[in-house]
C-alpha cells in the first residue's frame, strides 16, 4: 500500500519523475495544464505504487509527497 | 499509511523559478535536509552567490546573506568569523567559484576556513544566457564558444575539487553528481558530511555536485542527465578527493 | 592619560575601543600601520584580524562580518579603496553599516606613496555602482581620527550605511598626543534585522541588495535617500575658524586644512581678516556652515591636495554667492602656508 501526492501547483512537467519511476507508472497528463502552463505529472496506475520514493528523489520541485 | 518522503521544513514555501529539470531544485532539497536532519537550521547562515542560484534566499528558512559575485566564501568568512558557534555555508556556480571567486575560492581553503561549500557545476553561466563556463567541456559548444570551447584559445576546464585537495586547509572534498536515485544519495550524504565537519570544527569542506543546465544545453532535462553522465562524468570524475578525518585544525 | 600615537595606530586603537573586533584588510602604503597594530591588538582583545587575499575579499568579509550583526571594519589606501567600491556598493544597497579607512596617497593609478587628497570625488559622489551615498569623516588631527571613529561606527548604525574615514598619507603617518575613550565604553546596539542565526525565534532575515522588480527597487532607493536626507539635516559636521569677520574664507579639510589654518594665523598676524571654515564631514557636505560664512565673506578660497575636487560642492553649498578660488598642489606634493597666503594676498 503506497502512494504519491504531487503538488501541482509547483509542477513544471519536467520528467524527471516519470523517467526516475522503477515501475514506469508515472506520467505528464497532457489532457491537463497546471497554472504555470505545465502538463503535471500523474500516477497513472496506483495500485502498483510501492513508495520507493525515486520520483520524489528526483524531483528537483520537491512537488511529490510520498506515503507508505 | 506514513509519510516517507516530504518536503523538509527548512525549505520555504515560495515556488523556486529554475527551469523545469535543473538540478538546482535537488541540490537545494538536499542541503535544506541536511540542516534539517542535523538540527542547526537556527544557527545556519547561507550565502547566496551571483549566477541562477542568487535567489535561494528565498527557498532556505534560515538566515541569509546574498554576497556580490565571486565573493561568497569571503562573506562566509566574515559571518564564521563574527559568530563561530553559527553554521555557515556557502552556495555557488561554477562561474561564481571557479572565475570571478577563484582567489576568494583558494584563499577560503588553504585558511581551512571552517565553512560549508555547496558548489554547483553545470558547465555553463545559467542566468546570463549559456555563455562559457571556466568548467565548460573542450569542444562544447555555448553562447561565446559557438564553434565549441577551443582549448588553445580558451584554455582548459577547472577541475575544482583536484585543485583544492592540494591545500593543507581543505579537509573534505567530494565531488558527486544528482543523475539518478543512486547518486543523489551519495550526494545527500556528502553534503550532510560537510555541515557535520563544519559543526565539529574540521576546516574547510567543498561539495562538487556536477549538474545539467537543459535550457542552456538545449536539451530535454533528461536528455541532460544523459548529456552529463557521457561528457561530464568522464572529465569530472566522481568521489572523495580529500577527507582529513581528524581535521586540519590544530 | 595622553599618549603619544601614530595616526594609522590610533585609527585602529580607537576602533577597538568603539567596539569593533572584526577587521579585514591587505597591506599597502601608507596605511600598513594600521592593519600591522590590528594584528598584535586584536589577539589581546579575542577579536579577528584577518589578513585577506585582496581588498575585495577584505571588503566583503566585512560584508559578511557586519551581516552578523557585529561592528567590523577595513583599511587601505588609494588604490585598494577603488576594490572596495564593489563591496561597499553592496553593503549600501543591503543597508549594511561599517567602517571604511582610506589613508589616501596619490593618484591616478598606482600614482604615488605620499599624501593626496585625490579621493574625495570617489569618496563623497561615487564609491561604487549604482545610487547611494555613504558617510565620509575627514579628521585633521590625530584625537580627531581617534573621535571620530567612534562618531562614525555609532552612525553608520544609526543609519544603516557605510561610513569611511578620509585621511591620508600625512594624517595616518604623523604623532600626536591623544586621549582615548575608555576599554568597553561603547555602546553596541541590538541589530535586530541581522543574519545571526534565528534560534527558530523568527523567521528567517535576508541581507540582499538584488531586485528584480524595477518599481520594488525604485521604492527601496526612494526610501534610502529619504534617510539620506536625514543625515543631511542632522549630521553636519564643520569647524568655523576666524569666520565671524573674515573676507576671505578658505575651504579646507584634513591635512589641507592644517596648512590652511597656518596660512590663517600668518594672515592675522598681518592684519588680513581671514578664516577658514573645516568640513569635518565631507558627506553630508556642511552646507550649513558654509553658507554662514558666505553672508559676509568677500571670496572663497578651497584648498586641496588634489586637482580641486571640493570646489564644485563648496559653489553649489552657497549657491555661488561668493566666488569661489582654488589653490591646490596634487600627486603627493603638500602646500605651504606660505603658498596659501600668497593667493589670500592676491585675493585682497
Not at chain 3, 602604503?29 to 597594530?37: I, R, V
Amino acid at each position: 500500500m503506497a502512494k504519491i501526492i504531487v503538488d501541482e501547483k509547483v509542477c513544471k512537467g519536467c520528467g524527471m519523475c516519470v523517467h526516475a519511476c522503477p515501475l514506469k507508472i508515472i506520467a505528464l497528463d497532457k489532457s491537463r495544464l497546471n497554472a504555470k502552463g505545465y502538463h503535471p505529472a500523474k500516477l497513472m496506475e496506483p495500485e502498483k505504487c510501492v513508495g520507493c520514493a525515486s520520483c520524489a528523489t528526483m524531483c528537483p520541485d520537491t512537488a511529490i509527497t510520498v506515503e507508505r | 499509511m506514513a509519510i516517507v518522503f516530504q518536503k523538509p521544513s527548512t525549505l520555504t514555501d515560495a515556488p523556486m523559478h529554475y527551469c523545469p529539470g535543473c538540478t538546482h531544485g535537488i541540490v537545494h532539497r538536499l542541503v535544506a535536509q541536511a540542516l534539517e536532519e542535523l538540527g542547526v537550521e537556527g544557527k545556519a547562515v547561507g550565502v547566496a552567490s551571483v549566477g541562477c542560484s542568487v535567489m535561494c534566499y528565498d527557498y532556505f528558512t534560515c538566515d541569509m546573506v546574498q554576497a556580490p559575485h565571486g565573493r561568497a566564501q569571503a562573506v562566509a568568512t566574515g559571518l564564521k568569523r563574527a559568530r563561530p558557534d553559527n553554521v555557515i555555508f556557502t552556495y555557488q556556480g561554477d562561474g561564481d567559484l571557479a572565475a570571478i571567486g577563484t582567489a576568494e575560492t583558494v584563499h577560503a581553503a588553504t585558511r581551512g576556513e571552517n565553512i560549508t561549500v555547496i558548489f554547483i557545476n553545470n558547465a555553463i553561466y545559467g542566468m546570463t544566457g549559456g555563455q562559457m563556463a571556466p568548467t565548460s567541456l573542450p569542444g562544447q559548444i555555448t553562447q561565446t564558444t559557438p564553434y565549441g570551447r577551443d582549448t588553445n584559445t580558451a584554455g582548459y576546464p577547472v577541475r575544482v575539487c583536484e585543485m583544492l585537495s592540494t591545500l593543507s586547509g581543505v579537509a573534505f572534498a567530494q565531488r558527486v553528481t544528482v543523475d539518478n536515485v543512486k547518486n543523489v544519495n551519495i550526494a545527500r550524504k556528502a553534503i550532510k558530511k560537510a555541515f557535520q565537519n563544519q559543526i565539529e570544527g574540521k576546516g574547510y569542506s567543498i561539495v562538487e555536485v556536477l549538474s545539467t543546465c537543459p535550457t542552456n544545453w538545449g536539451l530535454s532535462p533528461v536528455e541532460a542527465l544523459k548529456w552529463l553522465e557521457d561528457n561530464m562524468i568522464p572529465y569530472y570524475p566522481l568521489g572523495v578527493y580529500k577527507d582529513v578525518e581528524e581535521g586540519v585544525k590544530k | 592619560m595622553k599618549v603619544l600615537m601614530k595616526g594609522n595606530e590610533a585609527l585602529a586603537e580607537a576602533a577597538i575601543r568603539a567596539g569593533c573586533h572584526h577587521f579585514f584588510g591587505y597591506p599597502i602604503t601608507p596605511q600598513t600601520e594600521l592593519a600591522a597594530y590590528m594584528s598584535k591588538r586584536m589577539p589581546q582583545v579575542n577579536g579577528t584580524y584577518l589578513q585577506a587575499e585582496s581588498e575585495i575579499a577584505a571588503i566583503n568579509m566585512v560584508l559578511g562580518a557586519s551581516s552578523a550583526g557585529v561592528r567590523a571594519m577595513t583599511s587601505s589606501s588609494s588604490p585598494g579603496v577603488s576594490l572596495k567600491g564593489e563591496g561597499i556598493s553592496y553593503m549600501a544597497g543591503s543597508d549594511l553599516p561599517a567602517v571604511i579607512i582610506n589613508v589616501q596617497r596619490g593618484g591616478p593609478g598606482l600614482g604615488g606613496i605620499q599624501p593626496s587628497q585625490a579621493d574625495y570625488w570617489q569618496a563623497t559622489k561615487a564609491t561604487g555602482h549604482g545610487d547611494f551615498q555613504i558617510l565620509v569623516f575627514a579628521p585633521s588631527t590625530v584625537q580627531e581620527m581617534v573621535d571620530l571613529i567612534s562618531h562614525a561606527f555609532d552612525t553608520a548604525d544609526k543609519y544603516r550605511m557605510p561610513a569611511m574615514i578620509l585621511a591620508d598619507g600625512m594624517l595616518g603617518q604623523m604623532m600626536e598626543p591623544v586621549e582615548l575613550p575608555e576599554e568597553g565604553s561603547a555602546n553596541l546596539p541590538e541589530k535586530e534585522w541581522a543574519a545571526k542565526g534565528h534560534g527558530g525565534k523568527r523567521a528567517h532575515n535576508i541581507i540582499n541588495s538584488l531586485y528584480l522588480t524595477p518599481e520594488k527597487l525604485e521604492q527601496l532607493v526612494k526610501e534610502r535617500f529619504e534617510r539620506y536626507e536625514t543625515v543631511k539635516r542632522n549630521e553636519q559636521m564643520a569647524e568655523e575658524y576666524l569666520t565671524e569677520d573674515a573676507d576671505v574664507v578658505l575651504v579646507a579639510y584634513g591635512a589641507s586644512s592644517r596648512v590652511a589654518r597656518s596660512a590663517v594665523n600668518k594672515a592675522r598676524e598681518k592684519g588680513l581678516k581671514v578664516g577658514l571654515v573645516r568640513p569635518i564631514t565631507l558627506w553630508p557636505f556642511p552646507t550649513d556652515a558654509l553658507n554662514r560664512a558666505a553672508s559676509h565673506a568677500k571670496n572663497f578660497l578651497v584648498v586641496e591636495m588634489s586637482m580641486g575636487q571640493m570646489v564644485d560642492d563648496v559653489k553649489l553649498a552657497i549657491d555661488c554667492k561668493v566666488p569661489v578660488h582654488f589653490y591646490g598642489r596634487t600627486g603627493g606634493m603638500i602646500p605651504t602656508p606660505a603658498d596659501v597666503l600668497a593667493q589670500i594676498e592676491a585675493l585682497l
